[in-house]
């Protein structure tokens, strides 16, 4: 079945350091991907999504690739800020939930990100 | 603009008991669903709807039941809660979740309920 694998957390950075998490997957067929966020305290919301191989999502200042060769969606950001501490989950669509044409969506565990002024 | 609402925030029930986890939205959505987050577990899919009247099985089913009868409305109820229950909740939602439809496939959520079976 669809699977998504995070580097392991926690990880605790320096203001303006630059930030990677890695992300790879293993799915049938053709994936959407996305990476989610979480800040303290609250629901989980989108970060930036890719729809096809070699698409690059971006927002506020992070960006993700869609390598399929890799099968790999790594997050990066070239300066974080204390703003950006929170949890980071990779997720993909692919499978089909039923016959209404809708798509599961699978998380991986979770990345904690700490930035310490 | 209220988004997903879900109710209670936090809640501890002793093992046995039944609840009601309350979730709504009022961004008029087909697709509503529930997560259950546990420590090293990432989000699991609990229950799904693809809109009013229309429910289905995630993949971790057991000792829940959902309705969806209004298109707001998808509460989730614990019938007898057991302590492997404990976790926070999610409820999220989407105009679709079918790959078709220009900007589907994303997920609004809402803040979590954390439950304590003991």
């Known amino acids: 079945g669809d699977s998504v694998t995070q580097m392991e957390g926690p990880v605790t950075l320096s203001e303006e350091a630059f930030l990677t998490i890695n992300c790879t997957y293993t799915?049938?067929?053709?994936?959407?991907l996305f990476w989610y966020v979480q800040y303290p305290g609250e629901g989980l919301q989108l970060l930036l999504k890719?729809?096809?191989?070699?698409d690059k999502g971006s927002n506020k200042g992070f960006e993700a690739t869609y390598r399929k060769e890799t099968t790999s969606f790594h997050l990066e950001k070239g300066s974080v800020q204390v703003s950006d501490s929170a949890v980071y989950f990779c997720?993909?669509?692919?499978?089909?939930?039923?016959?209404?044409?809708?798509?599961?969506?699978?998380f991986g565990t979770g990345t904690r990100l700490t930035i310490i002024p | 603009n209220a988004g997903v609402t879900q109710t209670p925030k936090f809640q501890v029930l002793k093992t046995g008991q039944s609840m009601t986890l309350q979730c709504a939205q009022d961004?008029?959505?087909?697709?509503m669903s529930w997560y259950r987050q546990d420590p090293g577990m990432g989000l699991r899919l609990i229950h799904y709807?693809?809109?009013?009247?229309?429910?289905d099985q995630g993949e971790v089913p057991n000792g829940y039941n959902v309705s969806r009868s209004t298109t707001e409305d998808f509460p989730l109820r614990l019938l007898s809660a057991a302590p492997s229950q404990t976790s926070v909740y999610f409820c999220?939602?989407?105009?679709?979740?079918?790959?078709?439809?220009?900007?589907?496939?994303?997920?609004?959520f809402g803040a979590g309920s954390r439950l304590t079976v003991l």
């Open positions: 961004m008029n959505h087909e697709y």
């Open positions: 999220a939602s989407s105009y679709s979740m079918d790959r078709g439809l220009s900007g589907a496939n994303v997920l609004t």
């Open positions: 799915a049938t067929g053709y994936p959407s």
């Open positions: 709807s693809v809109g009013a009247g229309i429910t």
């Open positions: 890719a729809t096809k191989a070699d």
């Open positions: 997720a993909l669509t692919g499978r089909l939930l039923s016959n209404f044409g809708n798509e599961k969506l699978t």
